[in-house]
């Protein structure tokens, strides 16, 4: 396994600083962030930053396809609202995406869809419930009846998942919905969540460096 140490980011053009609060703050290993440097700079052209249209581009690139999913990502990493995000958002995201277990997906996912960290609307799950099945191929209807019986669905899985009936799903409520793959959803809809990238079982075969070469420099 590669060393966590930070001793060949300086002469790769990173801070060492961000080096060592990503190598602390993340799942990566030395050589994953050696190769997501490099692939960011390259994509954001040596600025430092990326805009919307490069972060669409550079997720597309590791395998994420779905435009509303890449969006909400955008946007829960610009954290300063700058319509822009630096290396150190750009791989605390892919962190998540590509590491991600449990608790902490379950968080992300939480993140993405609930405007109040307090809790998520019932409004607000049933964006993210609905948007999930519609990426079912196998889903068809009218669409009236479609969208009527997407929001049945969605409205019946809220109920459920709201364990203390205070019109709130609160963070703890989503993250044992997740872990116990109780949110009301066909297999393959959970596995996209539980993996957006869909290659985990495949990455996993690999070494931190042939890792970072097949997700994140492909293309």
């Known amino acids: 396994m590669a060393s966590k140490g930070s001793g060949s980011f300086k002469r790769r053009g990173m801070d060492r600083d961000t080096a060592r609060s990503l190598i602390a703050s993340t799942s990566f290993e030395e050589a994953e962030l050696n190769a997501l440097y490099s692939q960011f700079s390259r994509q954001s052209?040596?600025?430092?930053?990326?805009?919307?249209s490069e972060f669409v581009e550079s997720m597309k690139r590791i395998g994420l396809q779905d435009p509303v999913f890449i969006d909400h990502c955008f946007v829960a990493a610009?954290?300063?609202n700058k319509g822009k995000v630096d290396f150190q958002q750009v791989a605390t995201t892919l962190s998540v995406l590509v590491?991600?277990?449990?608790?902490?997906l379950a968080s992300y996912h939480f993140k993405l869809w609930a405007t109040d960290p307090k809790g998520m609307t019932a409004e607000e799950f049933a964006q993210f419930y609905v948007h999930v099945r519609n990426l079912d191929p196998d889903l068809i209807g009218e669409e009236h009846e479609f969208e009527a019986l997407q929001m049945e669905l969605a409205k019946k899985a809220f109920e459920k998942l709201d364990v203390n009936k205070d019109g709130l799903l609160h963070l703890e409520e989503f993250q044992a919905a997740f872990q116990h793959a109780d949110l009301l959803l066909s297999k393959d809809l959970f596995e996209r969540l539980r993996d957006p990238l869909r290659t985990r079982g495949i990455l996993s075969l690999f070494e931190p460096e042939e890792r970072a070469l097949i997700t994140l420099l492909a293309g």
């Open 45 to 52: 052209g040596g600025t430092g930053e990326m805009n919307h």
């Open 78 to 80: 610009d954290t300063e």
């Open 99 to 104: 590491h991600g277990e449990g608790n902490d």
